[in-house]
Nanobody, 124 residues
Framework: VQLQASGGGLVQSGGSLRLSCAASGFTLDYYAIGWFRQAPGKEREVISCIRTRYGSIYYADSVSGRFTISRDTAKNTVYLQMNSLKPEDTAVYYC??????????????????WGQGTQVTVSS
C-alpha cells in the first residue's frame, strides 16, 4: 500500500510540469488527495486537494489559476498540472491521501498515506 509521487524536474520560469500521484494497494475513490510543497526554510503548504466522489476541489491562493488538479480513475492516479511556473514555486512536492474531506486534510499534520517527495526547481 503506497502512494508514489513523480514528475518533478527543472524548468524555466513560465514553463509547465505535470506531477503524478499514483496509488497502489488501495483505491482513491473515497479519499481526499492533497498536494503539498515545502521550500527550504519554509513551512509545508497545502496547495491543492481533490475528493472526486464528493466534487470537492481546493487550491491555495498561491497557485489558483495556474495549477490544475485532476484524477484518472482507471489509473488510480491524481495529477497536478502546473503552468506559468515561477521561481517561488521551487520546492519539494508531496502527495497525501486521507479518508476525509479536503477541508479536514488541510488542517491535519498526519495523513493516512504519504508519497515520497519530488523536487520541482524553477529557474528565473
Amino acid at each position: 500500500v503506497q502512494l508514489q509521487a513523480s514528475g518533478g524536474g527543472l524548468v524555466q520560469s513560465g514553463g509547465s510540469l505535470r506531477l503524478s500521484c499514483a496509488a497502489s494497494g488501495f483505491t482513491l475513490d473515497y479519499y481526499a488527495i492533497g498536494w503539498f510543497r515545502q521550500a527550504p526554510g519554509k513551512e509545508r503548504e497545502v496547495i491543492s486537494c481533490i475528493r472526486t466522489r464528493y466534487g470537492s476541489i481546493y487550491y491555495a491562493d498561491s497557485v489558483s489559476g495556474r495549477f490544475t488538479i485532476s484524477r484518472d480513475t482507471a489509473k488510480n492516479t491524481v495529477y497536478l498540472q502546473m503552468n506559468s511556473l515561477k521561481p517561488e514555486d521551487t520546492a519539494v512536492y508531496y502527495c497525501a491521501a486521507d479518508l476525509t474531506s479536503c477541508l479536514r486534510l488541510r488542517t491535519k499534520d498526519e495523513h493516512d498515506y504519504w508519497g515520497q517527495g519530488t523536487q520541482v526547481t524553477v529557474s528565473s
